[in-house]
């Protein structure tokens, strides 16, 4: 566990000033075709001051932490605060004040994991693809944790002390199309928590792999989706994508300082009535969430972000540099990566909230469509045009789900394509595997119901 | 150099020590000082001082690798007991080894360290600049840098080479606004090996400017058609990103996956393709000089005259396959400069797109591209004529470099490749 080397030099802060003691610590494990070519460990931590003076912000950090460090470090934002002071003379008064508080941990590290346990864990789901399934060309397993432990000590604001656990198993499959052309599909399974409290049996993730297996037969049978704007059904899978690419991104406030068209639609409808959309902070409908933030690296608790309600676009996402900017309360979206990064607007765990469909009626009403059922990556513009790609999917034909498509991409400007929702599905799926890129990785969760909306698919 | 060497050496003898049979360390100590812009305005100067001990080490076969940032003894001795804890618990492959010894070298790729008063006024002059010259663009997340790094890389066969590095960088993001009509983003990025030319004339950093200025009003493709598309060198990755992925890495090879992975000698693409991977070329400002995994770089070709000629494998993925190993293992791509000129390759499309960012899906194995053209404008009797906007484009990467139109004689040189404009024919258009 960190040792406080910060707290002490909280006397010599002159100006607003964060320290922040930071280390992530990752084990990954991969198997590819059977081969282990991966078995690999990484320590990266250290300690960053960022210091605001008169409207610019100095940072410097250093892998070394140590009470020398720390003064070392922050003697180093300070003199890049005022460099930056110097010759750009912004003259702006200091932030407003949060008040002083501080925030316990909320979950504690415990003793470091066996990567035998993880490696016995990929050997196994490997082994059990091997044996069962006869129609693959390939297949890749592996797995991964990332532990993000943080020690924060500030000016103004709350001190904070938070651990933040992650465990990952992904399993691609590939198989050939009758013609020969490989065609794969994958699954991630990411919760917050230690590996070894997430994953305790590998056999709890069989079934699964039976899905994604049988789902691959069916691709690699598939055809290619007819390009055009299409009625869909997505599956709540995507509906955390939705919301993190198509309307997150363009509400984080340096991003609508940027040119975000959402800069000129606050407190206007931008989607359906039934669309509401939270960025939350910890708990989402009574449950913790995937990766629950109390406290940001610029020390203001987290609260919940409301960002679409009932259609109407309510509020961006903000540091406290931008709140002050915009006339808002900063709610706990700055947030860092790693040591060496400064904190930036990101979302925590961005929703769409379930609405009171049932998923079976609404690919029932659709006649000629597409059920998308899993995505990979996406991403967001300024315009608010989105996309993101589809790697498992289904025509729909009146009604019923026909063949399986090949990979596509689905697009659309999201305050457009969220005035054709018109059913929201009853249930939620969170998702917390993969990264958000924006300067810095970072981790996300993303969730929603099912959604039937008009979108432009990709395809031949 | 001499004090990280020492630590190399001395994280060395200990994974020996400890029971690695072969071990490699690489270590590196660097400091970085960046300006940073946000909605135009600088916001942020950070320095960052940034340490690495990365070790592989085999024990009876068997590979652990660790990386951390602590460089005193006592870390790195928790390193190396973790390093062959790892080892020991993995699975034992013949196909692990590390670099045999060569000639051991020392380069040095310095220019001279930083002159930050000069990187903040370049900066600033480029702001200024923009604003004054472009009133309609925005400039978003930007930012300037100097970075200093001294790197050294050791094995148990003796291998022992270092490396100094200086360089300047300058990136930007922005996008252009009239009303409440906005553009995509735009990004562009250069590394430099001086401060001599103002950023805003680095490369196509003023072209795309004005391509943004004159893309706010975009029209929409009616249906769809298939056509031609021109890969600008902003987009290029489009193209040979997905190559390199979905053929020639070394993942592609070892899960099977490649639809390359028996083509050696074979003609993969159309005979105007020669696509290198170079790691000397004087327009190449940190050309690498010895790879990840411990050989000096020399330059080679994937593809030669549509012929393909290696894969991207390291060591252990060359004695995994039996292929030869890539001679480099840089990411600075050239492919070679064609016989038409960009204009001329613009009057021959009668019907298509030239494109400049792509936003898309990560492709599969199979080399299905399918995504939005951003950035992008359509082509009409030879003429660029509107910028496009909610323009999606799909087609198989696999089957379109057999029969390459036409590449430029033009290439655009920004510090990491050297990149022409490529027209390729087969691609799917689609709007609503």
């Known amino acids: ?460 | 150099m001499a004090e990280i060497t020492s630590i190399a050496e001395y994280a060395m003898d200990e994974l020996k020590k400890a029971g690695a049979q072969k071990a490699a360390c690489t270590v590196s100590q660097s400091k970085t000082d960046e300006l940073n812009i946000e909605a135009g305005k600088f916001s942020l100067m950070r320095t960052l001082f940034s340490d690495n001990l990365h070790m592989k080490a085999l024990v009876d076969g068997k590979k652990g690798t660790i990386s951390v940032n602590k460089l005193d003894k006592a870390s790195i001795n928790e390193a190396v007991a973790d390093t062959i804890a790892l080892a020991k618990s993995g699975t034992a492959d013949a196909a692990e080894d590390i670099a045999p010894l060569a000639e051991n070298k020392q380069f040095d790729q310095t220019i001279g360290g930083a002159n930050m008063d000069k990187l903040f006024s370049r900066t600033k002059d480029f702001v200024d600049q923009t604003t004054d010259e472009f009133p309609k663009i925005i400039l978003g997340e930007c930012s300037s840098q100097f970075s200093n790094t001294n790197f050294v890389h050791v094995n148990s066969n003796g291998v022992n080479f270092s490396n100094s590095l200086e360089y300047y960088h300058m990136s930007s993001m922005f996008s252009a606004k009239d009303g409440t009509e906005s553009t995509s983003f735009y990004g562009y990025g250069t590394i430099m090996n001086s401060l001599n030319t103002p950023f805003i004339d680095v490369g196509l950093q003023r072209t795309l400017l004005e391509e943004a200025v004159n893309s706010i009003k975009t029209r929409m493709v009616e249906g769809k058609f298939v056509g031609k598309v021109i890969v600008t060198p902003t987009c290029a990755d489009m193209l040979w990103g997905t190559v390199m992925g979905c053929f020639l890495s070394e993942y592609s090879l070892i899960s099977g996956t490649s639809r390359w992975k028996d083509s050696l000698g074979e003609k993969v693409a159309d005979k105007q393709l020669t696509f290198s991977a170079i790691a000397h070329n004087p327009d190449i400002v940190l050309g690498e000089k010895i790879t990840g995994d411990g050989f000096e770089s020399q330059n080679f070709d994937f593809i030669k005259d549509g012929i393909l000629q290696s894969y991207g494998l390291s060591l252990y993925g060359a004695n995994k396959t039996g292929k030869p190993r890539s001679l480099n293992s840089s990411g600075s791509w050239a492919i070679a400069p064609g016989e038409t000129s960009l204009a001329d390759m613009i009057k021959s499309v009668d019907k298509g797109i030239i494109i400049g960012r792509f936003s898309g899906a990560s492709p599969g194995p199979s080399g299905d591209v399918s995504g939005v053209a951003k950035n992008s404008f359509l082509i009409e009797n030879g003429k660029v004529t509107d910028a496009l906007g909610e323009t999606m484009i799909s087609f198989n990467v696999f089957d379109v470099i057999q029969e390459i139109v036409a590449i430029s004689k033009e290439r655009v040189v920004d510090g990491y490749s050297l990149m022409p404009w490529c027209c390729v024919d087969g691609v799917t258009v689609s709007g609503k």
């Open chain 1, 1 to 460: 566990m960190l040792q406080d080397f910060l707290t002490p030099q909280k006397s010599n802060f002159k100006d607003y000033t964060e320290l922040r003691a930071h280390v992530n610590t990752t084990r990954n494990v991969a198997m590819v075709a059977g081969n282990m070519v991966n078995n690999a460990q990484s320590a990266i931590g250290g300690v960053s001051a960022r210091v605001y003076k008169g409207g610019t912000f100095g940072f410097a950090s250093g892998a070394e932490y140590s009470a020398d460090s720390v003064k070392n470090v922050l003697a180093a934002a300070t003199d890049n605060a005022l460099f930056m002071d110097k010759r750009v003379n912004k003259g702006n008064p200091p932030l407003p004040s949060l008040g002083n508080h501080a925030e316990k941990l909320r979950t504690a590290p415990g003793p470091a994991i066996e990567q035998s346990l993880m490696i016995d864990f990929t050997k196994s789901l490997d082994e059990y693809i091997v044996n069962k399934y006869k129609n693959l060309s390939s297949r890749t397993v592996s797995t991964g944790c990332l532990d993000i432990e943080k020690l924060l000590v500030v000016s103004d604001g709350t001190n904070n002390h938070l651990f933040q656990p992650r465990a990952t198993a992904f399993v691609q499959m590939t198989a050939d199309t009758p013609d020969g052309v490989p065609v794969s599909l994958y699954e991630v399974v990411s919760r917050f928590g230690r590996f070894d409290e997430i994953f305790t049996d590998p056999a709890k993730l069989h079934s699964l792999l039976d899905s994604l297996y049988e789902s691959l037969m069916k691709k690699r049978e598939g055809v290619f989706a007819n390009a055009g704007l299409k009625k869909c059904v997505m599956h709540p899978k995507l509906a955390g994508m939705l919301a993190h690419e198509a309307v997150g991104h363009t509400v984080e406030a340096d991003i609508v300082l940027g040119g975000s068209v959402a800069a000129d639609n606050l407190n206007k409808q931008v989607a359906s009535e039934l669309v509401t959309m939270v960025d939350f902070a910890h708990t989402a409908l009574g449950e913790t969430c995937p990766l629950p933030v109390y406290v940001d690296d610029e020390g203001v608790l987290a609260e919940d972000a409301m960002l679409i309600e009932n259609g109407i676009l309510k509020g961006f996402m903000h540091s406290r540099d931008t709140a002050r900017h915009f006339n808002a309360k900063p709610q706990g979206n700055a947030r860092a990566f790693a040591f060496s990064d400064e904190p930036l607007i990101r979302m925590r765990n961005t929703a769409i909230l379930p609405g009171k469909s049932k998923l079976d009626d609404m690919i029932k009403s659709i006649d000629d469509g597409y059920y998308l059922v899993s995505t990979g990556n996406g991403q967001a513009d300024t315009t608010g045009e989105f996309m993101f790609s589809i790697e498992e999917g289904y025509e729909i034909k009146n009604g019923k789900l026909g063949a399986a498509i090949r990979e596509t991409t689905i697009s659309g400007v999201a305050f457009e394509m969220l005035k054709t929702v018109d059913m929201l599905s009853d249930d939620m799926h969170w998702e917390c595997g993969g990264f958000c890129g924006k300067k810095q990785p970072m981790t996300v969760g993303m969730g929603g119901p099912a959604i039937r909306c008009d979108v432009n698919i990709g395809g031949r």
